[in-house]
């Protein structure tokens, strides 16, 4: 097998980018140098989580145990708060440190690097703080960081991802991450649903022993037919997801979490004018 993650790496930059494959190749470092790359991914996972709204940059949703944060709703836990999804919260933040942004001062002095409301109803009691509000106006003014942070988490996840397939299907996986970021659309939904859902890989994030990450999307994708892959990709997201919600304890997911979670699905597509409609 080819290595997995070079070659990814270089075909999810170049569709974004929407260079031409013979072209000089683009490298992980020139993300920093143009942003504007990751544009359209960003506001489509902004819209996702957010419906693109401001006050929805610092949230913490009915239902759930930790706040969510930024255009990707980063998980934050408080705490003594041990949660089965990943935090992905105080990765950003340390990412967001070493690419030199302006982290304000009372976020960088945490210690521990806890979500400081223990709860919802703490959280709501202070909404409308001056800590919040300027917490609220950093997130909306790194969105290209954020973007960038969520391509390189799921970059980086791809050859996890393949190694902890069976292996009589790594090599069927590994030509669907290849497929899949070959397109803009394809590179987007492997980015909105690694960070939407996890990579698959994390034991604690199980229902009934079955997973809802990207490892278990990509091993239930179908071609069969005249499917694209992106098309397979969707209705595999689909089932995994309706699997999960009818797996899990909450009745919460199947009512009212699920149908937001298949509509999101919908936009895994091709921008306008691209191969797919």
């Not at 950093?138 to 988490?153: H, N, P, V």
Request: aromatic share 10%; proline share 6%; charged share 25%.
């Amino acid at each position: 097998m080819r290595p997995l993650i070079p070659l990814l790496l270089t075909a999810m930059l170049l569709a974004l980018s929407g260079c031409d494959a013979d072209r000089d190749p683009v490298t992980a470092d020139s993300l920093a140098l143009k942003p504007a790359q990751l544009d359209w991914v960003g506001q489509k996972i902004f819209a996702n989580e957010c419906a693109s709204r401001f006050d929805c940059l610092v949230h913490w949703n009915e239902g759930e145990a930790f706040p969510s944060l930024g255009i990707g709703h980063f998980i934050w836990y408080p705490e003594g708060v041990e949660g089965r999804f990943t935090e992905s919260f105080p990765q950003l933040i340390r990412y967001m440190v070493q690419r030199q942004a302006k982290v304000p001062d009372w976020l960088r002095s945490l210690e521990p690097f806890d979500a400081p409301w223990p709860d919802r109803a703490a959280f709501l009691a202070l909404e409308d703080s001056a800590r919040i509000a300027e917490l609220r106006e950093f997130l909306a003014g790194t969105q290209g960081l954020q973007a960038e942070f969520i391509f390189r988490r799921a970059a980086e996840s791809l050859g996890k991802i393949v190694a902890a397939a069976p292996e009589n299907r790594q090599q069927q996986v590994s030509a669907h991450l290849e497929a899949l970021s070959a397109t803009p659309g394809g590179v987007y939904a492997l980015m909105d649903y690694v960070n939407f859902k996890g990579e698959g890989l994390a034991e604690g994030e199980r229902y009934q022993g079955q997973g809802w990450g990207l490892l278990q999307v990509l091993l239930e994708m179908d071609t069969a037919g005249d499917k694209t892959e992106l098309q397979s990709f969707r209705e595999a997201a689909g089932r995994v997801l309706t699997r999960r919600a009818e797996n899990a304890g909450n009745p919460i997911e199947r009512e009212r979490w699920l149908p937001g979670w298949l509509k999101r699905l919908e936009t895994y597509r091709e921008p306008a004018g691209g191969p797919e409609s």
